[in-house]
């Protein structure tokens, strides 16, 4: 029974606006001797997701605000290099929302065995984790089916493309928005995608009624903003949405107006619906042998940003908003 030395990052200041470097920490701490039911985790990687920016200002927010000063949490897959809990071995490989530090111990219950024969290790936060299961989620909750035109927005990062592959499998045509050529050309030859167009060139409306002009079904929002409002104009009656997340405001210092056509909500009889991914923690396993099945098939892409280092999570965490990943954005820790 031995101590361990372990990097963290912490959170030193609340943000204004975008986040920046000086708003972090990191931290040596020592993980004390593993005790009876413990088990001891080696982080291989982690995640940085844009959620975390709401957990970063003070309040109440549907989870908690993180502690100034204490290290951050997320999720991460790592390995068990100790146990004295009946359930762990060394040598497993499992997931957790200990992430933002090298090493941490905790007790079985909050650890989830994954298959470590899977490589690489960090597609379990990726297509086959909670941003996948997101997606996978989000496509169930509106029932998306063949047949529907779905739009995403934000559809290169690491929920969107996940999104759209499970729609083409579903058999809709999917639609996506993106801000470079190179993530156009990622949705369409990576990911089957069957339109995208670049947001930054033209106005949003305009271009989803080129590559849409009978309206679309679905729309799987990632953005909020200019997006969610062309969505409500080209949403066909009896039109849904899935309302996932809403980046283009998360930095934002005062609350953004709501979309000037939301009375389409009514004209058109449409059906908006929130989702939070915790709410879908007791569908994990049939979501992990559908999506698993279709990533070991070669059916599904995970397609990741890696970074190396834990000193360089939190600009990891910050180019997330500069659009810096296409796919999900992981941080290798060992």
Request: proline content about 5%.
């Amino acid at each position: 029974m031995i101590s361990q030395k372990s990097r963290e990052i912490r959170l030193v200041s609340r943000p204004t606006g975008i986040p920046v470097e000086a708003d972090f920490s990191v931290a040596i701490t020592e993980i004390p001797p593993l005790q009876d039911g413990q088990v001891r985790v080696r982080n291989l990687y982690m995640s940085v997701d844009p959620y975390m920016r709401g957990r970063m200002n003070a309040g109440k927010s549907y989870v908690p605000a993180f502690v100034l000063g204490e290290a951050l949490t997320g999720g991460a897959v790592g390995e068990v290099v100790e146990s004295r809990a009946a359930t762990y071995k060394p040598g497993d490989v499992v997931t957790s929302m200990y992430g933002w530090r090298e090493f941490f111990q905790s007790p079985p219950g909050e650890l989830h065995l994954v298959d470590r024969d899977v490589d690489p290790h960090s597609v379990y936060l990726g297509a086959m984790g909670m941003t996948g299961m997101t997606a996978w989620a989000g496509l169930n909750l509106v029932e998306v089916k063949s047949g529907d035109v779905i739009y995403i927005s934000g559809a290169a990062g690491a929920v969107g493309n996940v999104a759209g592959q499970l729609a083409k499998i579903r058999g809709c045509y999917v639609i996506g928005s993106a801000g470079s050529p190179e993530k156009l050309s990622f949705l369409i030859n990576e990911c089957g995608f069957d339109q995208a167009f670049n947001y930054k060139t033209a106005p949003v409306l305009e271009q989803l009624n080129n590559v849409a002009p009978d309206g679309i079904d679905v729309y799987f929002d990632n953005v909020g903003g200019e997006s969610l409002e062309a969505a409500l104009s080209a949403l066909r009656v009896h039109g849904r949405i899935i309302a996932c997340g809403g980046i283009s405001g998360y930095n934002g210092t005062t609350p953004q107006p709501g979309p000037a056509n939301l009375f389409n909500m009514t004209t058109k009889r449409l059906t908006m619906k929130g989702l939070i991914v915790g709410d879908w923690l007791a569908s994990q396993t049939e979501f992990e042998n559908e999506v698993g099945g279709y990533f070991r098939a070669g059916h599904l892409k995970d397609k990741e940003t890696v970074v190396e280092g834990i000193e360089q999570a939190p600009a990891a965490f910050i180019g997330l908003f500069r659009g810096k990943n296409i796919g999900k954005m992981v941080v290798k820790l060992a």
